[in-house]
């Protein structure tokens, strides 16, 4: 057997000795351990011998000791030379190699996944180990396999990045064939990735680099806003309902304002721990030439429009002075007034046909879609309170859906209300949605503040002033002309609000909004005349005796999983709006889903519209009751068939700690005190007998702002039966549900 004659244990070491000397490695110590016992045995035979002269030198024991000592070292000496030459080395030599083998393996493996190397490399020659051959094997089985995993992890990565490259080519193909462009930036509005259209329309040349800020080419308020209402909406879950979803339209402009855009924005949502923006896809394309076209057509009409108005008025002028010629005769004097009056009436025709298809053209071109008016007025308080100024602006009324431009309906609102704040320092404004009159198809925005109202020659100077953050200077008076609409002021005196003026603007209606349409009825709430729940003590104090209209009320329903909850029926949602000096504030709501730890039936999910998926996560009923109580201290709880709300609240009373122990009106008492038994006392019958549009139906909130609708309508209806104190209206109750237990009895 041969061994390399590689000695790097014991060869000595040049250069300057190290601070710290290295830890022997193992084989240093084998040999040492070797020469240490053979010195001992060296030293042991010495002393034995210099013994032996001292004594009889013909003592055969101590001889034989020596010599036999001595033959120990020398054995142990031979035995360390052939550990050392052909085991210790030739580990050592293999320990080395198998690492140099290792490395190898690695390269080749790499270099086999591009066909640069052969599998037979890097192995070690069994027959220069001899004894330690199987030690080799070992090490090449352990090579192979080292070898075999990288090449199948570079392989499995070489297929994936290949897969990637060719989705990648995929997508890029798909956006450079889009004639629109894409843009899909993180929710604090970063590029992540764009196509060269978006660069085309945008007219740039390659700053428009990933991680960059998208702000600093696009203006930034039509992109804030819209992102502002996609996140409203996603996070009161309207979404998932919604007609558009998560996308919106929007109207921007480049930062340089050569470039007018027109764009949909698309939400990405994140659904790990409820739904969440966490960025967005924007479509855009160059609507300048169409928006300029639409610019220039907006003056040129314009300019026709108010030019034939001086020719039309010196025209009926001459008519006037011919009246006052006497000197033509009759006969020329007819036919002259006759032609001049069809020529008059003729160009009027003609003004007024160009003016309905001007206002026809300036409508049709301008991005508009359905927009619900509380999240409309919502956004426009956050536009005031933005602002910097003190006005408050408080939602009241019902909700209605109108069409229109949502960003310039914010810009033209808040421009108005700064501009009445510095006329009249009102400080204080409502802002409600109006429903149409019968017969009249618009949908009044109104603006309410408590004194005088502002001028018409004010008002008509406002709205030609440029509205701040406006696109491409548009004014308060091009956004009516976008939406066929106008705006005047008045008193209010003869509505019942004495000393409050307001600014009405009409809008068009939604023109398919969604969540209007009726859901699919799974059958009514019975009629509970619960004689435990609804028969009421007097209020005591001065409560009692306050009248109707100055109480301060929480209108509340509820959604359940069914009808009965004696048999273990849960809440799923609770809802309620409040009502304070007559006006319902649509701002100042409760709304809350809650988790009824049990399936929600499909019949009940087809009523209500909530489903299992919508509750999964949310609060209990016991950690929702005690906010739902805080929420309605003070106030007097009204509700529509009460005694079915009121049952399931009280049957969780104790688990939840609270009590709801204050006075309750039930708006299916008060119509029966009012309009008798007979009759359909149904919240949808009475609301369509008092004209109240109904919209978002069968919802707790809905079903809430339509209670209290009909609760104020209720409350006038009330005096005039001699019905004015909370006292009053718990008195005539008690006797409906007295008259209803005796009934029931026999």
Same mark, same amino acid.
């Given at each position: 057997?041969?061994?390399?004659?590689?000695?790097?244990?014991?060869?000595?070491?040049?250069?300057?000795?190290?601070?710290?000397?290295?830890?022997?490695?193992?084989?240093?110590?084998?040999?040492?351990?070797?020469?240490?016992?053979?010195?001992?045995?060296?030293?042991?035979?010495?002393?034995?011998?210099?013994?032996?002269?001292?004594?009889?030198?013909?003592?055969?024991?101590?001889?034989?000791?020596?010599?036999?000592?001595?033959?120990?070292?020398?054995?142990?000496?031979?035995?360390?030379?052939?550990?050392?030459?052909?085991?210790?080395?030739?580990?050592?030599?293999?320990?080395?190699?198998?690492?140099?083998?290792?490395?190898?393996?690695?390269?080749?493996?790499?270099?086999?996944?591009?066909?640069?190397?052969?599998?037979?490399?890097?192995?070690?020659p069994?027959?220069?180990?001899?004894d330690?051959a199987p030690?080799?094997?070992?090490?090449?089985?352990?090579?192979?396999?080292?070898?075999?995993?990288?090449?199948?992890?570079?392989?499995?990565?070489?297929?994936?990045?290949?897969?990637?490259?060719?989705?990648?080519?995929?997508?890029?193909?798909?956006?450079?064939?889009?004639?629109?462009?894409?843009?899909?930036?993180?929710?604090?509005?970063?590029?992540?990735?764009?196509?060269?259209?978006?660069?085309?329309?945008?007219?740039?040349?390659?700053?428009?680099?990933?991680?960059?800020?998208?702000?600093?080419?696009?203006?930034a308020?039509p992109?804030?806003?819209?992102?502002?209402?996609?996140?409203?909406?996603?996070?009161?879950g309207?979404?998932?309902?919604?007609?558009?979803?998560?996308?919106?339209?929007?109207?921007?402009?480049?930062?340089?304002?050569?470039?007018?855009?027109?764009?949909?924005?698309?939400?990405?949502?994140?659904?790990?721990?409820?739904?969440?923006?966490?960025?967005?896809?924007?479509?855009?394309?160059?609507?300048?030439?169409?928006?300029?076209?639409?610019?220039?057509?907006?003056?040129?009409?314009?300019?026709?429009?108010?030019?034939?108005?001086?020719?039309?008025?010196?025209?009926?002028?001459?008519?006037?002075?011919?009246?006052?010629?006497?000197?033509?005769?009759?006969g020329?004097?007819?036919?002259?007034?006759?032609?001049m009056?069809?020529?008059?009436?003729?160009?009027?025709?003609?003004?007024?046909?160009?003016?309905?298809?001007?206002?026809?053209?300036?409508?049709?071109?301008w991005?508009?879609?359905?927009?619900?008016?509380?999240?409309?007025?919502?956004?426009?308080?956050?536009?005031?309170a933005?602002?910097?100024?003190?006005?408050?602006?408080?939602?009241t009324?019902?909700?209605?859906?109108?069409?229109?431009?949502?960003?310039?309906?914010?810009?033209?609102?808040?421009?108005?209300?700064?501009?009445?704040?510095?006329?009249?320092?009102?400080?204080?404004?409502?802002?409600?949605?109006?429903?149409?009159?019968?017969?009249d198809?618009?949908?009044?925005?109104?603006?309410?503040?408590?004194?005088?109202?502002v001028?018409?020659?004010?008002?008509?100077?406002?709205?030609?002033?440029?509205?701040?953050?406006?696109?491409?200077?548009?004014?308060?008076?091009?956004?009516?002309?976008?939406?066929?609409?106008?705006?005047?002021?008045?008193?209010? +005196? /003869?509505?019942?609000?004495?000393? %409050?003026?307001?600014?009405?603007?009409?809008? *068009?209606? !939604?023109? @398919?909004? &969604?969540? $209007?349409?009726?859901?699919?009825? +799974? /059958?009514?709430?019975?009629?509970? %005349?619960?004689?435990?729940?609804l028969?009421? *003590?007097? !209020?005591? @104090?001065? &409560?009692? $005796?306050?009248?109707?209209?100055?109480?301060?009320?929480?209108?509340?329903?509820?959604?359940?999983?069914?009808?009965?909850?004696?048999?273990?029926?849960?809440?799923?949602?609770?809802?309620?709006?409040?009502?304070?000096?007559?006006?319902?504030?649509?701002?100042?709501?409760?709304?809350?889903?809650?988790?009824?730890?049990?399936?929600?039936?499909p019949?009940?999910?087809?009523?209500?519209?909530?489903?299992?998926?919508?509750?999964?996560?949310?609060?209990?009923?016991?950690?929702?009751?005690?906010?739902?109580?805080?929420?309605v201290?003070?106030a007097?709880?009204?509700?529509?068939?009460?005694?079915?709300?009121?049952?399931?609240?009280?049957?969780k009373?104790?688990?939840?700690?609270?009590?709801?122990?204050?006075?309750?009106?039930?708006?299916?008492?008060?119509?029966?005190?009012?309009?008798?038994n007979?009759?359909?006392?149904?919240l949808?019958?009475?609301?369509?007998?008092?004209?109240i549009?109904v919209?978002?139906?069968?919802?707790?909130?809905?079903?809430?702002?339509?209670?209290?609708?009909?609760?104020?309508?209720?409350?006038?209806?009330?005096?005039?039966?001699?019905?004015?104190?909370?006292?009053?209206?718990?008195?005539?109750?008690?006797?409906?549900?007295?008259?209803?237990?005796?009934?029931?009895?026999f």
């Open positions: 057997m041969t061994v390399p004659a590689l000695d790097g244990g014991e060869r000595a070491e040049t250069g300057t000795a190290p601070a710290q000397a290295p830890p022997q490695p193992p084989r240093r110590r084998v040999p040492l351990a070797f020469r240490v016992a053979g010195l001992g045995l060296v030293g042991l035979a010495v002393g034995l011998a210099v013994a032996v002269r001292g004594i009889d030198a013909a003592d055969p024991l101590l001889t034989y000791a020596v010599v036999m000592t001595a033959a120990c070292a020398a054995t142990i000496r031979g035995l360390w030379l052939v550990v050392d030459r052909h085991l210790l080395r030739a580990a050592e030599t293999l320990s080395r190699e198998a690492g140099l083998v290792a490395h190898g393996a690695v390269q080749d493996a790499g270099r086999t996944a591009t066909g640069a190397a052969t599998a037979a490399s890097g192995r070690i069994l027959d220069r180990y001899g330690l030690m080799a094997r070992a090490v090449n089985e352990l090579s192979d396999r080292l070898a075999q995993v990288r090449r199948d992890i570079d392989r499995t990565v070489a297929l994936s990045t290949a897969e990637a490259e060719e989705q990648k080519a995929r997508l890029a193909a798909i956006l450079r064939d889009l004639h629109e462009g894409v843009i899909v930036c993180n929710a604090r509005h970063q590029v992540l990735l764009y196509n060269q259209t978006a660069l085309d329309i945008l007219h740039l040349t390659g700053e428009l680099g990933l991680g960059r800020s998208l702000l600093h080419f696009v203006v308020e992109l804030t806003h819209t992102l502002e209402r996609l996140s409203l909406r996603v996070r009161d309207r979404h998932a309902t919604h007609e558009h979803g998560t996308t919106a339209q929007f109207v921007g402009a480049t930062t340089d304002g050569r470039i007018l855009l027109e764009g949909r924005m698309s939400a990405i949502l994140e659904m790990e721990g409820g739904p969440a923006i966490t960025g967005y896809v924007l479509t855009l394309s160059d609507a300048t030439s169409e928006l300029a076209a639409l610019g220039k057509r907006d003056a040129l009409l314009r300019e026709a429009t108010e030019g034939f108005r001086t020719p039309i008025a010196n025209l009926r002028a001459a008519v006037e002075t011919l009246y006052d010629n006497p000197d033509l005769g009759p020329d004097r007819a036919a002259l007034e006759s032609a009056l069809e020529s008059s009436d003729s160009l009027s025709q003609r003004l007024e046909r160009v003016t309905a298809a001007y206002r026809s053209v300036v409508t049709g071109s991005p508009m879609s359905d927009i619900h008016s509380s999240n409309l007025i919502t956004l426009i308080r956050h536009r005031v933005g602002a910097g100024a003190p006005a408050a602006v408080t939602l009324g019902l909700p209605q859906w109108v069409h229109g431009d949502s960003h310039s309906l914010v810009l033209l609102f808040a421009h108005l209300v700064g501009r009445i704040q510095a006329s009249t320092g009102a400080g204080e404004f409502d802002l409600e949605a109006v429903a149409p009159p019968e017969g198809r618009w949908v009044y925005l109104d603006l309410v503040w408590k004194g005088e109202p001028p018409s020659p004010m008002l008509d100077g406002w709205l030609d002033q440029p509205l701040p953050g406006g696109l491409g200077g548009l004014s308060a008076g091009d956004v009516l002309q976008h939406h066929r609409s106008t705006a005047w002021s008045e008193a209010l +005196a /003869g509505s019942g609000r004495p000393g %409050f003026a307001r600014l009405r603007v009409p809008l *068009p209606p !939604a023109q @398919s909004p &969604l969540s $209007a349409r009726p859901r699919p009825q +799974a /059958g009514a709430r019975p009629e509970f %005349f619960d004689f435990t729940l028969h009421q *003590p007097l !209020a005591t @104090s001065g &409560l009692g $005796a306050t009248p109707l209209d100055r109480l301060h009320y929480v209108v509340f329903d509820t959604e359940t999983t069914g009808l009965s909850p004696s048999t273990g029926d849960e809440i799923i949602q609770i809802a309620a709006v409040r009502i304070v000096g007559g006006r319902i504030l649509t701002g100042e709501t409760f709304n809350a889903l809650v988790d009824p730890n049990r399936p929600i039936p019949e009940s999910s087809g009523f209500h519209g909530i489903t299992d998926a919508m509750v999964a996560g949310k609060p209990t009923i016991g950690a929702v009751l005690p906010q739902f109580r805080s929420f201290s003070g007097v709880m009204v509700a529509h068939n009460a005694a079915f709300d009121l049952k399931f609240l009280k049957m009373e104790r688990a939840a700690g609270v009590s709801f122990d204050g006075p309750v009106l039930d708006t299916m008492l008060l119509s029966r005190m009012l309009l008798g007979d009759g359909d006392h149904t949808d019958g009475i609301a369509e007998r008092l004209g549009a919209v978002d139906r069968h919802t707790a909130l809905g079903d809430s702002l339509v209670t209290a609708a009909v609760f104020l309508r209720m409350i006038a209806m009330l005096r005039e039966r001699d019905v004015r104190t909370l006292d009053d209206a718990i008195r005539g109750a008690n006797i409906l549900v007295e008259l209803a237990a005796r009934e029931r009895a």
